[in-house]
T-cell receptor, first 116, second 114 residues
Framework: AQSVTQLGSHVSVSEGALVLLRCNYS??????LFWYVQYPNQGLQLLLK??????LVKGINGFEAEFKKSETSFHLTKPSAHMSDAAEYFC??????????????FGQGTRLTINP | NAGVTQTPKFRILKIGQSMTLQCTQD?????MYWYRQDPGMGLKLIYY???????DKGEVPNGYNVSRSTTEDFPLRLELAAPSQTSVYFC?????????????FGPGTRLTVL
């Protein structure tokens, strides 16, 4: 079975500072990993994903994440925070359902606040 | 393309009432999903479908039913609403069978059961 733990339900950083959102996963098979962002009163939007190949994955809006198998981690980073990055961020690991269905298992989410 | 649309946006139900949350996608995606989002709990999978006529349970299916008669529509039915079903419900869809494909989410339905 797959599971995801996001360390820290709330993270607050200053505008221009480094953003680091932590995600650890558990998976019995090679994992496919995702980060989604949710802006207020909206659905989820894919930021980036790791499937195979390069372990450093670049996504939209300047975010990137590094897959570290030895640490079972997939932390999300951004060098310089913008006010527009304020949102809730979800890490997810893919499980498999019937007939190839992709069943995402989500972490509990991290709310990112940006201070001016 | 409108993408994934959900109706209604908001709904208040009384205990024991029933309702159907509608989900439609116009991207010809085979796979569709229903999630619920509770504060501090992330999203939990309720049901999913791999194509018209084929559905399966997710993590938290109790109290819900689904059907998939067409590729486009995947309604979620609550038969006897309970306060524990107060949540935000998201529908999502995904094309094809490749695990690389992302899920596309609708804007959500906020349901309150009193």
């Amino acid at each position: 079975a797959q599971s995801v733990t996001q360390l820290g339900s709330h993270v607050s950083v200053s505008e221009g500072a480094l953003v680091l959102l932590r995600c650890n996963y558990s998976s019995s098979v090679p994992p496919y990993l995702f980060w989604y962002v949710q802006y207020p009163n909206q659905g989820l939007q894919l930021l980036l994903k790791y499937t195979t190949g390069a372990t450093l994955v670049k996504g939209i809006n300047g975010f990137e994440a590094e897959f570290k198998k030895s640490e079972t981690s997939f932390h999300l980073t951004k060098p310089s925070a913008h006010m527009s990055d304020a949102a809730e961020y979800f890490c997810a690991v893919m499980g498999r359902g019937i007939q190839g269905a992709q069943k995402l298992v989500f972490g509990q989410g991290t709310r990112l606040t940006i201070n001016p | 393309n409108a993408g994934v649309t959900q109706t209604p946006k908001f709904r208040i139900l009384k205990i024991g009432q029933s309702m159907t949350l509608q989900c439609t996608q116009d991207m010809n995606h085979n796979y569709m999903y229903w999630y619920r989002q509770d504060p501090g709990m992330g999203l939990k999978l309720i049901y999913y479908s791999v194509g018209a006529g084929i559905t399966d349970k997710g993590e938290v299916p109790n109290g819900y039913n689904v059907s998939r008669s067409t590729t486009e529509d995947f309604p979620l039915r609550l038969e006897l609403a309970a306060p524990s079903q107060t949540s935000v419900y998201f529908c999502a869809s995904r094309p094809g069978r490749s695990s690389y494909n992302e899920q596309f989410f609708g804007p959500g339905t906020r349901l309150t059961v009193l």
